[in-house]
C-alpha cells in the first residue's frame, strides 16, 4: 500500500471509530470537546517538576481507552509523527537543569530529566485526550458542538469542509502517483522533471472535483451553512459524566493523590 | 394534456465567449416524461443538463422549470425542484454515511428531525437500500454509491429528475435493479447517456443531440431503430437492436 493510500485508509478509518455505536460515542459532543479542554488545561497547569502528580493524570486515557473500545497501540501507531515532535520539546532539558534531586542506586537524577519527562508526559497526554475526542466524536458532532460554543458559522464550516477536501485531494493526488508509478515502474519516487506538471495536475484535478463536491451541496439546498438537524440533548449521565471526570482531575491537580496512596504503604 | 415542467426556448451557451457548446435548442418536457439526452461525446448533454440546473446561468434564451426562470435570483427555487444526479458518484456524495448524505437536503430545508428520519428512509426504500443506511460512503460499491446518490435526491421528493450517465460502472445486476427504480419514478426524468439500451428501457421520448443542437426529438423507439440517424451522428443501433446478446 502506498503512503496516501494508507494516509486515505487512515483518515477513513478514524471516520469509522467515530461512527461506532460505543458508549463513548454516544455521549453529547460539547460534553466530550468541554472535558477535553479541561483536562489538556489540568495537565498543562502542572509544574514542571510534579512528575508524579502528571502520572495520575493517565488513569483518564487508561480508563477511556477500555470504555471506549479503543486500541492504545493503534493510537500510538497513529500518532507515531506528532509523539516524537511532542517529546522533542523537552529534549535539551537536563542539559540546563543539572541540579541534582536524587540518586538511582548510582545514577545521579536531575532536576532537568525530571522536567522533560515531566514535559514529556504532558505533550503525551495532551495528544492522546485530542486523540480521544476525535476516534470517538464524528467530524459532524464536533462542529456540532464548536455550534454550540457559538464559534462562529464561517469558522466551522470552513473546518468541516476542509477535513473533507483533504480527503479529495489526498484521493486525487494517489489517482495521480498510481497512474505514473504504473508507466515509471523501475523508479523510486517521482522524477523532479515532472514535479511541476505533477503539481500542477493535482491542484487543477483537486480544485474540479471540489468544485463538484460544492456544485452537489448547493444543488441540495447548501447556502452556505451547515445544518446539523434538530439539537442533540445532553442528557443526565452525560452531565455526571462530565462532572466526575472534573472531579477527579481537580483532585489529581489539588492533592498529591498518588503521593497519599503511597504513604499508605509505608510504615 | 399534463402539466409542463420545463421549457428550454432558443437556449444557446459558450464558455467565455469561445465556440457555442449548445445553440437554439428548443423543447418542452412534461409531468410523467422520460427523456432520454442522447449523443457522442462532447456535444452539450451534460452541459445542458447543468443549465437546466442553473449550474450555468449565463446562456442566451429562456429556460423555465415550473415556470421559474432559471436564473441566479431564483436558484433555490428551481433547486427544490430539480434533483441532479452526477455521473461521478464521489462528486455527488461527500457526508460520511449514507444516512448523513441523503439527511443533507432535508436538514437544509429546515425540516425537523422527525421528518428527516422519514425522507430518508422514504428515499431509501425507494431504492431498496435500507441495509445501506449507516454504511459508511468509502466501504461502499461503485453500485452501492450510484444508489445513494439516487436516493440523495430522493430525498427532496423532486419534481424532476435530471442524471447524467446513470448506468457508467454499474454491473448488470446494479444496472437492471436501476432501470427498474427508474421506471418506478412516475415523474419527469432527463437522463443523458450514451447508454442505448439503458435509454431503450427507461425513456419513452428521446432528443437526440450533435454538435450542440437537437437532431431529432420523439418516440425512443423510432430514433433508436433508425440506424442512419444514429451512425450519422456518432452513434450506433442498441445492442439489443443489433442482434446480440441485451444487457
Known amino acids: 500500500m502506498s503512503k496516501l493510500s494508507k494516509a486515505i485508509y487512515e483518515i477513513h478509518h478514524m471516520d469509522t471509530l467515530a461512527n ?20 489538556i488545561g489540568t495537565v498543562v497547569s502542572f509544574p514542571k517538576y510534579d512528575m508524579a502528580g502528571l502520572a495520575g493524570m493517565m488513569v483518564y486515557p487508561l480508563v477511556v481507552f477500555i470504555i471506549g473500545d479503543l486500541s492504545f497501540l493503534d493510537s500510538i501507531y497513529r500518532l507515531r509523527i506528532v509523539l516524537p ?13 543539572r541540579v541534582p534531586v536524587g540518586t538511582l542506586g548510582s545514577f545521579t537524577i536531575t532536576a532537568g530529566m525530571i522536567s522533560m519527562v515531566t514535559l514529556m508526559l504532558k505533550g503525551i497526554l495532551t495528544v492522546l485526550a485530542s486523540y480521544i475526542l476525535i476516534a470517538t466524536t464524528t467530524i459532524e458532532k464536533l462542529c456540532y458542538a464548536l455550534r454550540l460554543l457559538h464559534v462562529p458559522a464561517f469558522f466551522v464550516t470552513q ?29 523510486k519516487g517521482v522524477h523532479f522533471k515532472v514535479w511541476g506538471s505533477l503539481t500542477g495536475q493535482l491542484l ?16 441540495r439546498g447548501y447556502t452556505g451553512e451547515y445544518h446539523f438537524g434538530d439539537a442533540i440533548h445532553a442528557r443526565g449521565k ?12 481537580a483532585l489529581f491537580r489539588l492533592l498529591p493523590v498518588l503521593n497519599l496512596i503511597g504513604g499508605l504503604f509505608v510504615a | 394534456m399534463s402539466h409542463i415542467h420545463i421549457n428550454v426556448d432558443q437556449v444557446s451557451f459558450s464558455y467565455e465567449h469561445g465556440e457555442k457548446i449548445l445553440e437554439d435548442i428548443t423543447f418542452t418536457a412534461r409531468e410523467h416524461d422520460a427523456i432520454g439526452l442522447i449523443g457522442a461525446n462532447g456535444v452539450g448533454k451534460s452541459t445542458l443538463l447543468k443549465l437546466l440546473v442553473g449550474l450555468n446561468t449565463e446562456y442566451e434564451g429562456s429556460i423555465r422549470v415550473e415556470e421559474i426562470p432559471v436564473e441566479k435570483a431564483t436558484l433555490p427555487r428551481v433547486r427544490e425542484k430539480v434533483g441532479y444526479v452526477f ?8 457526508m460520511t454515511t449514507a444516512y448523513e448524505d441523503i439527511a443533507f437536503a432535508p436538514r437544509n430545508y429546515g425540516l425537523s428531525q422527525a421528518e428527516v428520519d422519514s425522507r430518508v428512509q422514504h428515499a431509501l426504500e425507494m431504492v431498496h ?24 435526491i430522493l430525498s427532496m421528493i423532486p419534481d424532476i429528475i435530471l442524471m447524467d450517465e446513470p448506468s457508467v460502472a454499474l454491473d448488470p445486476r446494479n444496472r437492471r435493479n436501476l432501470i427498474h427504480i427508474l421506471n418506478e419514478f412516475e415523474h419527469l426524468k432527463i437522463i443523458a447517456s450514451h447508454d442505448l439500451d439503458f435509454i431503450l428501457d427507461t425513456c419513452n421520448r428521446t432528443i437526440l443531440m450533435a454538435d450542440g443542437k ?19 451522428n456518432g452513434l450506433e443501433l442498441p445492442y439489443c437492436m443489433q442482434g446480440k446478446q441485451t444487457c
Open chain 2, 129 to 152: 437500500i435500507e441495509h445501506l443506511r449507516d454504511k459508511q460512503i468509502y466501504k461502499m460499491s461503485g453500485g452501492e454509491k450510484k444508489l445513494v446518490s439516487i436516493a440523495t
Open chain 1, 204 to 219: 487543477l484535478r483537486s480544485m474540479d472535483r471540489a468544485g463538484e463536491v460544492y456544485e452537489s451541496m448547493c444543488l
Open chain 1, 85 to 97: 515532535l511532542v517529546c522533542f520539546v523537552g529534549l535539551f532539558n537536563p542539559f540546563f537543569d
Open chain 2, 214 to 232: 437537437i437532431i431529432a426529438d420523439g418516440a425512443t423507439r423510432e430514433i433508436l431503430e433508425n440506424r442512419a440517424l444514429l451512425e450519422e
Open chain 1, 238 to 249: 452525560d452531565y455526571l459524566y462530565l462532572l466526575f471526570w472534573c472531579c477527579i482531575f
Open chain 2, 87 to 94: 455521473q461521478d458518484s464521489d462528486s455527488q456524495l461527500f
Open chain 1, 20 to 39: 461506532q455505536n460505543q458508549w463513548m460515542n454516544r455521549i453529547h459532543p460539547l460534553v466530550k470537546f468541554v472535558l477535553t479542554v479541561f483536562y
Open chain 1, 159 to 187: 473546518l468541516m469542509l476542509t477535513y473533507r477536501y483533504v480527503s479529495v485531494l489526498l484521493a486525487e493526488a494517489n489517482r495521480i502517483m498510481q497512474a505514473y508509478s504504473l508507466r515509471a515502474p523501475n523508479q
